[in-house]
């Protein structure tokens, strides 16, 4: 299936490499390099490419390129979710993945791709059953390994890759027993110029740090879960018992995972925290232009929006820009024309504004379009579906676990057409 | 330390000393000898006694290698670490051994007897990486001890290591395709396995391997259904991928009748079947004929009814919408998109919806999918038509998938929303994605006749727009649109006449005067103007812009002559001096064309015809039209074509394939039942002993293609009997696990047909049906063992089927409630009575053919006191006698040899040959036509009603070198006769399957022949003193020796003898201890030597040494003399 693995840095340079089958020669990546500079943006270099004797299969991730080579017919998809699982192990381990991260720690990144696949088929891809074979760093560690000698290698064996609930070690114990679930909604919406929703939904995810002791067997239930339209859960989650009386009923992995996300039903209307005044306008004559915008709460439901940022990717022909705000802070990256206004809490008594005037590079025309505005913002405390957890149950162990609940309303892909 | 100064010195100092610096570019200077220091000391590293050091230096290497650095040249110091203690140090030799072993085959070979150390190893995980490096060192020479290392893992007692074996097949694959009969029968027994851990891991060797092979899912196919929802995330992309090709072939398609509707003329005609009035008048009577089969064919078809398989199959993988992994929803869908009838197909949408907000790679996968669906099933995504609406901040190829969905779903209730949003896009700042848009208006405009009017409009208002390429794309649009209706709209094409000035665009520009060419008549006014502005600008014009001026003016001379002669000539002139020969030419073919000269043949007649002609106007089409022939989800979907080793989606059949094929076989058995006679039925048991030892967990070369199907059968029967919830599920699984060694049989036996008991006892059989039915069922089957509990003993393997097939239904029943009415309808058709005599017939047979079974292993003092005697004179006799038994070979056997010590292996079940089972048992008599072929008797029995004609075989499928001298063709095999007949193999000393079809007047069965290596040899005469000298040279490499310990049953120099020949043909060679046993044989085909002793120390203590030249001969020889001494 997968052949080889590429890790490339955006300026092209290859810095890692690893092959499950026969070697693929680094020159592979040429026909890669090639459609990365004809595109203009990391993003749009296409994620297959097909050349003489090899399918070229990769991603962008956190400002690196993994690049898979594949000989023979293989979905996708398959190597796709794959490549992120690699991204998202390194960053388990190492706490982020960058190129500096993954250059100090080779040997370990390689050691673990090698158990990640066998002859290019998946093999141990649960973040326990790995960490059970090699031991992520920690400082403490790394300090006994220098002085003893030993390593992070683990002396046990995997024992995980044989049970039948491989994302859970065995023999976990903690003094304090806790499961805390973070109910993460963001909204999903495109306004239009007057303000009109043209398509907002909401999508929801339930983050879990679970730290349990031995092997407890977990049902959460919800008060309104027919407000959920459209779910996908971590495997641990039992998909009968949801099916048949809406209960998330699982054996937990240890530590911090995803449980589940969700879509809210698209029928119920979604209430749009903000409003946004905007008026963007170049002169016709004259190399000049004019932006106002001004955001506002709107349905907050008595909570308070907090951390409100507007991002603008301002037409290429702009030269430099003069705004003030009357509340937060801008900063303008005049390579990437990229301008982002922090504003912070929303007050409603007094509305954020920013303002002033735009200079076009001289005879260049006035753009046609004018930018969109991307919003972000959060709310504590709050669900704006209206979703609620209505209990947690605990089975199989004897203790009393601290148990809680936070929910977050957050601004997804949420733009502002002008 | 000296060498690496020495080296230092010579060097000159070129390059820094110290640091081992990775990033040295091999391509400067000084950088051999900078080489050299490095690994020199690394070289040291390794050398020294200290872990730390050992692994420091492996850090480094792994590095390099991580850099892709070159580090092949440490190879034999990094190799010497194999055996370290430290298991850091030796997981990093691993990997280095892996990447390197290749390039350096020798050297490899080194390690190899570490890996083989560990795969005996007690703990499973060790033995699991041990086959998982020793298989992914890809040196040929070692494919052999990698095959016996698969096979025996796939029989492991661990779920891990059989996992591990799965994987490795595919590797083994790679490295040698001629191996893959043996493969195929590696994964054909691991298909059959039910853990969740392998299921995965050996679908995918199934479609690395044998996609091909899909016969060899049929039993395991409702297994890995209910397995699939536990299986991992990976495992199940592959099943579901595979269960769909496989589901493709099976079944019916569900939406049969509908596309026959569609095709007949709608509901109409369905309905109107046998009523003329009611089918359309337009419509002749052939067709109306037509329809009429047609509706008739739906007819006998209605209704119809989904296989309860492929109903299983969509149930079970529908949960699977809501996994996390974007590949198993993509699985899912594309499952349900090839295999669900219509009204279920829609559940898959709102999936694909969600993925649509993972990372953009992901987007960009699914929304191809999407695009190629939502052109057959719009309806399925027209609710979530705003998902599909395009962010400014979407990469350019999301954006343009989104716009191709978007025109997909366009229909005349939604497409004034959908030409809003277009309107928004048009003014990106992202061109090319602008000019997508564009295009997708004019798809729109050419579907939707409504909005034809409104997008031309809005297209013709675009090319006042600033820029060059909207303007350009939106000619060349507004042309498409156009030519499908010109008259109406003279108007837009002055106006673009008017934009000649402007645009600079020359596919624009070209555009535009071929539309004026085209509707001249339409502006006959400002036409030749336009011609005028051109001829002007000729020169200046890209040379598609000057074929069109020369169109043009072709054109306008022929309809305006008077006002553009002269400009036409003016134009012909210029072309014809052009610096392009195509335009040259063409100046040059219509000058002689349109302009009427003396010479001008008979075309210029229809010059205006030729040019003037009414031109179809084109069809804007989606490029995702059609790829749906491809399997969605795949990459030749998405490069839409096809990739190496993509499988094809195969079409729906015509008719159902038998779908019993995925039932275990009660069915046939029942004609079976009634023909066999005493004698086969013992041969049957006795081919089924290596079945039943397989299943428990010992590695069985011999098997034979089918009786590894009877292995899946036999170990569903396990699973399927613990789920029925019975309360002898505990002994059942006890009797699953024990390893079934010969001697146990009938203990086990009995223990079986306990269980049968009881199961019997819990369930009171309804007597009352009595009409053989086609069914199989599990009526049938528990009828069918319900005699079986009046008498007190049997035991076969007929048992071990109907208690698996029953048990297996029981538990469908009580999983699919909704299958309850079929199965019950089931139920009361099936019956048996026929069945009953024969079975107690068969009783007498088994109980006798145990018993005897039972001497043969016995280490009773009589038998084994003569066999080994006979065994050695018989062979010697023969060989005395090689020239007389010419004809008589079938008769020898039974006479010479003693039957007890030749297994007998299973060639063709009865139930796959259709009443004809075949055994083949190897005589070990020399072959007389060649010396150097193994002799194989083979029985034919027929127990069929009819008569078997002319048993041949033929299209024999050998590895290179071996040959195989045919058996003479059985004209006649009367029912219920048994016929023997011998043929020689040469298997050129290797256990290769010989691999050939049996053919019969009317069927011809795929069989496989594989030797166990004891069977490659024939006995020698040798003295002891030979023996001790040839022994002698055979050292070292040639000799392995393994300590073992001797069952009570076995100690003793008898049955030591005994059971020694019977695992290989050698012959005794005198030995003046009674401690020691030597045995001695060559290979058939070359001949080598093989000396075989046993030293017998007290408390069974007892070591066997094995010498030959041959060293695989040898390992595989010591596996089995070990096997059968320590049973």
């Known amino acids: 299936m997968i052949n080889s693995l590429f890790l490339i840095n955006p300026s092209g340079e290859i810095f890692l490499e690893k092959h499950w089958k026969s070697v693929v020669s680094r020159s592979v990546c040429d026909y890669f390099l090639e459609a990365k500079e004809k595109a203009l943006e990391p993003e749009d270099v296409p994620p297959v490419i097909h050349t003489p004797h090899h399918y070229l299969i990769s991603i962008y991730r956190d400002k690196l390129f993994f690049l898979s080579v594949i000989q023979t017919e293989v979905p996708p998809l398959f190597v796709i979710e794959f490549l992120h699982r690699v991204a998202e192990m390194i960053q388990d381990y190492f706490g982020e993945c960058s190129e500096t991260v993954v250059k100090d720690h080779m040997v370990m990144v390689y050691e673990l791709l090698e158990e990640m696949l066998d002859n290019g088929f998946p093999l141990a891809t649960e973040s326990n059953v790995l960490k059970e074979m090699i031991r992520p760093p920690t400082i403490l560690r790394s300090v006994v390994n220098t002085l003893t000698g030993t390593s992070n290698v683990g002396d046990t064996l995997p024992t995980g890759q044989l049970s039948t609930i491989p994302w859970r070690r065995a023999g976990v114990r903690y003094t304090n027993n806790e499961a805390y679930f973070d109910v993460v909604e963001e909204i999903d919406a495109i306004l239009d110029q007057s303000g009109t929703t043209v398509f907002a939904e909401i999508q929801g995810v339930v983050e879990a740090c679970v730290k349990l002791s031995g092997m407890p067997d977990l049902t959460l239930s919800f008060m309104n879960p027919r407000l959920l339209d459209d779910v996908s859960f971590h495997p641990c989650v039992r998909y009968k018992l949801w099916e048949s009386e809406r209960v998330l009923s699982f054996i937990p992995p240890d530590g911090n995972f995803t449980l589940m996300t969700y879509h809210v039903n698209a029928q119920n209307l979604v209430a749009i925290p903000v409003y946004v005044k905007q008026s963007i306008s170049f002169f016709e004559c004259g190399s000049d232009g004019r932006l106002d915008v001004t955001v506002g709460p709107k349905q907050t439901m008595g909570k308070t929006v907090e951390g409100v940022m507007v991002t603008v990717h301002l037409p290429k022909t702009i030269l430099s820009i003069n705004l003030t705000a009357t509340q937060g802070s801008y900063t303008y990256d005049n390579g990437t024309k990229l301008l982002v206004w922090d504003i912070g809490k929303l007050n409603p008594q007094k509305l954020p504004n920013l303002r002033g005037s735009l200079s076009l590079q001289a005879g260049a025309p006035k753009p046609e379009e004018n930018p969109s505005l991307n919003i972000d913002l959060k709310i504590q405390q709050l669900a704006i579906s209206g979703l609620k957890v209505n209990r947690l149950d605990m089975f199989g162990e004897k203790y009393k676990p601290f148990k809680g609940v936070k929910y977050i309303t957050k601004a997804g892909k949420f733009q502002v057409r002008t | 330390m000296s060498a690496s100064s020495a080296f230092n010195d010579e060097k000159g100092g070129s390059s820094n000393v110290g640091e081992p610096e990775y990033g040295h570019d091999p391509a400067s200077g000084g950088i051999f000898s900078s080489d050299y220091k490095r690994h020199d000391d690394l070289k040291e590293m390794l050398d020294s006694n200290k872990d730390s050091l050992k692994l420091e230096a492996m850090k480094r290497i792994v590095a390099m290698i991580a850099r892709g650095k070159n580090a092949s040249d440490l190879f034999p110091a990094v190799v010497k670490n194999v055996a370290c203690k430290n298991i850091e140090v030796k997981k990093l030799v691993y990997v280095y051994l892996v990447r390197y072993a290749e390039e350096q085959q020798d050297l490899a070979l080194l390690s190899i007897s570490t890996f083989q150390r560990g795969l005996k190893d007690p703990n499973q995980l060790i033995r699991a990486s041990a086959l998982r490096v020793l298989s992914s060192i ?44 043996c493969l195929i029968e590696v994964i054909e027994k691991l298909l059959a396995d039910k853990t969740t851990l392998v299921a995965g891991s050996v679908v995918m060797a199934f479609e690395e391997v044998c996609p091909e092979r899909i016969d060899l899912i049929h039993k395991n196919y409702r297994k890995l259904c209910n397995l699939l929802i536990d299986v991992e995330e990976w495992g199940q992309v592959v099943i579901i991928n595979m269960l769909t090709r496989y589901a493709r072939t099976q079944f019916l398609n569900p939406n049969m009748n509908e596309s026959l509707l569609e095709e007949g003329g709608g509901e109409k005609a369905f309905y109107g079947s046998d009523n003329d009035d009611d089918t359309d008048d337009e419509e002749d009577k052939e067709e109306k004929e037509k329809k009429k089969t047609e509706a008739t064919a739906i007819v006998k078809r209605k209704p119809y009814v989904m296989d309860p398989d492929h109903r299983l199959l969509l149930r079970n993988t529908k949960p699977l919408l809501q996994s996390r992994n974007a590949a198993v929803v993509m699985a899912v869908a594309q499952l349900y998109f090839h295999l669900a009838p219509k009204a279920e197909v829609g559940v898959i949408a709102k999936a694909l919806v969600r993925l649509m907000r993972s990372h953009s790679e992901v987007q960009y996968v699914v929304l191809q999918n999407v695009a190629t669906m939502s052109i057959k099933r719009r309806g399925m995504f027209e609710p979530y038509l705003k998902s599909f609406y395009i962010r400014s901040t979407d990469p350019t190829q999301i954006k343009v998938l989104k716009l191709e969905v978007l025109t997909n779903l366009a229909n005349e209730t939604n497409i004034s929303t959908i030409l809003r949003e277009f309107q928004t896009y048009i003014k990106s700042n992202d061109k090319d994605f602008v000019a997508a848009t564009i295009q997708a208006i004019g798809r729109c405009a050419t579907n939707i006749g409504e909005v034809r009017d409104t997008c031309l409009n809005g297209l013709v208002q675009l090319l006042s727009n600033r820029d060059e390429l909207v303007v350009a794309e939106s000619v060349v649009v507004i042309k498409k649109l156009l030519q499908m209706q010109p008259e109406q709209h003279s108007d837009i094409i002055k106006h673009m006449a008017k934009l000649t000035d402007n645009i600079q665009v020359p596919m624009a520009r070209a555009s535009i005067l071929w539309l004026i060419g085209e509707y001249c008549e339409h502006v006959p006014k400002i036409a030749p103007d336009v011609l005028r502005k051109m001829a002007k600008t000729f020169t200046n014009e890209e040379d598609i812009v000057k074929l069109q001026i020369i169109n043009l003016a072709a054109k306008l001379y022929l309809t305006n002559s008077k006002q553009t002669k002269l400009l036409t000539q003016y134009v012909l002139n210029l072309a014809k001096y052009d610096q392009n020969y195509d335009i040259r030419d063409r100046a040059r073919f219509i000058r002689q064309l349109i302009v009427p000269t003396d010479k001008s043949g008979a075309l210029s007649k229809y010059a205006k015809k030729l040019f003037l002609a009414l031109k ?36 729906w059949p015509e008719a159902a394939p038998d779908p019993s094929v995925r039932n275990v076989e009660v069915k046939e058995s029942v004609p079976e039942w009634t023909k066999c006679s005493s004698r086969e039925k013992r041969k049957e048991k006795k081919a089924d002993k290596p079945f039943y030892s397989d299943s428990e967990g010992e590695s069985g070369p011999t098997e034979s293609a089918d009786s590894a199907s009877d292995t899946a059968s036999g170990s569903e029967s396990g699973s399927g009997s613990e789920e029925s919830g019975s309360g002898s599920e505990s002994e059942e699984s006890n009797e699953e696990s024990e390893s079934a060694s010969e001697e146990d049989e009938e203990e086990e036996g009995k223990k079986k047909k306990k269980n049968v008991e009881k199961i019997k006892a819990r369930k009171p059989v309804p007597e009352s049906e009595s009409e053989p039915s086609s069914g199989e069922d599990v009526k049938k089957s528990e009828k069918k063992s319900k005699p079986r509990i009046g008498s007190s003993e049997s035991e076969s393997e007929e048992d071990d089927d109907s208690e698996s097939e029953s048990s297996e239904s029981e538990e469908e029943e009580s999983e699919e409630e909704s299958e309850e009415e079929t199965k019950k309808k089931k139920k009361t058709t099936a019956s048996k009575p026929p069945s009953k005599p024969p079975k107690k017939e068969n009783k007498k047979e088994k109980k006798e053919m145990s018993l005897l079974d039972f001497d043969d292993f016995d280490p009773a003092p009589s038998p084994s006191q003569v066999t080994p005697l006979n065994n050695f004179l018989s062979s010697s006799l023969v060989t005395d006698l090689e020239g007389l038994s010419l004809t008589d070979n079938v008769l020898s056997p039974t006479t010479i040899v003693p039957s007890g010590n030749l297994k007998t292996y299973e060639l063709l079940h009865r139930i796959t040959g259709e009443g004809l089972s075949v055994e083949y048992c190897f005589s070990r008599q020399p072959f007389s036509p060649d010396p150097h072929m193994v002799a194989v008797k083979i029985q034919f029995t027929n127990s069929a009603t009819s008569e078997a004609k002319s048993l041949h075989m033929e299209d024999a499928k050998l590895q290179s070198g071996m040959r195989i001298k045919e058996f003479p063709e059985i004209e006649v095999l009367p029912a219920g006769e048994t016929v023997s007949v011998v043929m020689g193999i040469d298997f050129c000393d290797s256990t290769q399957a010989a691999n050939f079809q049996l053919c019969t007047h009317t069927r011809k069965f795929f069989v496989s022949i594989q030797p166990p290596v004891g069977e490659l040899m024939m006995p020698i005469f040798m003295t002891e003193n030979e023996f001790k000298k040839e022994q002698g040279q055979l050292m070292g490499m040639n000799e392995i020796t393994e300590k073992l310990t001797l069952e009570e049953k076995c100690q003793g120099e008898h049955a030591v003898v005994q059971r020694v020949t019977t695992a290989a043909n050698l012959s005794r060679v005198p030995c003046g201890s009674d401690k020691e046993c030597r045995f001695a044989g060559k290979t058939v085909t070359s001949g080598s030597l093989v000396l075989v002793s046993v030293v017998t120390k007290e408390d069974g203590a007892a070591q066997l040494t094995v010498n030959c030249e041959k060293m695989v001969i040898g390992t595989m020889l010591v596996k089995d003399i070990l096997q059968a001494l320590t049973q």
């Open chain 2, 138 to 181: 890809r040196v040929t020479i070692i494919v052999p001890i990698m095959m016996l290392a698969i096979k025996e893992a796939a029989s492991d007692m661990s779920p891990y290591v059989r996992k591990t074996a799965a994987h490795a097949i595919p590797k083994l694959y790679s490295l040698d395709p001629e191996q893959k009969d």
């Open chain 2, 616 to 651: 179809p106007a084109p069809v804007l089409e989606s490029p995702f039209k059609d790829r749906d022939h491809f399997q969605l989800g795949s990459l030749s979907h998405l490069l839409n074509a096809k990739a190496g080793g993509y499988q094809v989606l195969p079409d």
